[in-house]
């Protein structure tokens, strides 16, 4: 009898389930399936602060763009709660100043033939172009990846001792386009030197002295590829932001 009950009540979920519609089953047609989707019906007492000229559906709805939602692109639209873009940039270069000398730890998302992968890379970051540069070993994953395909996204998040991350959260999100250096490329050999000396501002003394600096730039170039990235879109979060009034999230556009 308990068999007969377990049985029963298995079949109810499994029918249960098949009338319901699993998202992973669901199949993709323009605009995305149903669920994805806010019904806006009244705004929430937090909600961003926007131009009054907008209506909901100028936000909620799926409008073609990339990997970025239209809620946050719409963002582009609204003048309230919005900085310049020079103010923005300085806050980007304010968050991801590292020690000083612009070298920071971030994931870099690329893709394969439809195979996604997410690696850790410290990237260098012009305070001028706002381009990133880092160097890798040959033969790895990533640098097979970027070959294939160069669009990449990069995501940095300033982490934080009281993982508070709700209240205030710090990060930014890169899109651009990543080409690769080899040595003799023009750019490479600035690159090259701009991704050693960082290192070398936090390389521990004895590792200093292992190694000549002319010893660990000839392994650079032997051994490394230098992996360029040029932003075309940078949104930054921030919870200060929102203590001033304005959109927690801003986004620069490369001109």
């Known amino acids: 009898m308990k068999h007969t009950i377990a049985a029963l009540a298995t079949a109810a979920v499994v029918m249960a389930g098949a009338g319901m519609g699993w998202a992973q089953a669901a199949d993709w047609k ?3 399936p149903a669920y994805i989707y806010v019904n806006p019906v009244k705004k929430s007492p937090f909600h961003m602060p926007y131009d009054d000229t907008l209506k909901c559906i100028d936000c909620h709805k799926w409008n073609g763009a990339d990997a970025y939602t239209a809620a946050t692109m719409t963002l582009i639209k609204s003048a309230k709660g919005r900085l310049s873009q020079q103010e923005i940039k300085k806050a980007i270069l304010e968050t991801l100043k590292g ?8 994931v870099m998302a690329t893709s394969f033939k439809d195979e996604p992968l997410a690696s850790c890379l410290e990237f260098i970051l012009d305070p001028e172009t706002l381009t990133l540069v880092a160097s890798s070993e040959k033969q790895t994953e990533k640098l097979f990846h970027i070959a294939a395909n160069g669009r990449a996204s990069l995501v940095y998040v300033k982490h934080r001792d009281d993982m508070k991350y709700f209240m205030n959260p710090i990060g930014v999100q890169i899109s651009g386009k990543a080409v690769q250096l080899k040595y003799g490329d023009p750019g490479f050999d600035q690159a090259a030197e701009l991704c050693l000396q960082t290192a070398i501002n936090h390389m521990p003394e004895e590792m200093q002295k292992k190694m000549s600096r002319e010893v660990m730039l000839a392994g650079i170039q032997k051994n490394q590829l230098i992996t360029k990235v040029i932003p075309e879109r940078i949104v930054i979060t921030s919870g200060d932001f929102i203590k001033r009034g304005l959109h927690r999230k801003q986004i620069w556009m490369a001109q």
């Open 30 to 32: 323009d605009g995305g």
């Open 99 to 106: 020690t000083g000398d612009y070298r920071e730890m971030y």
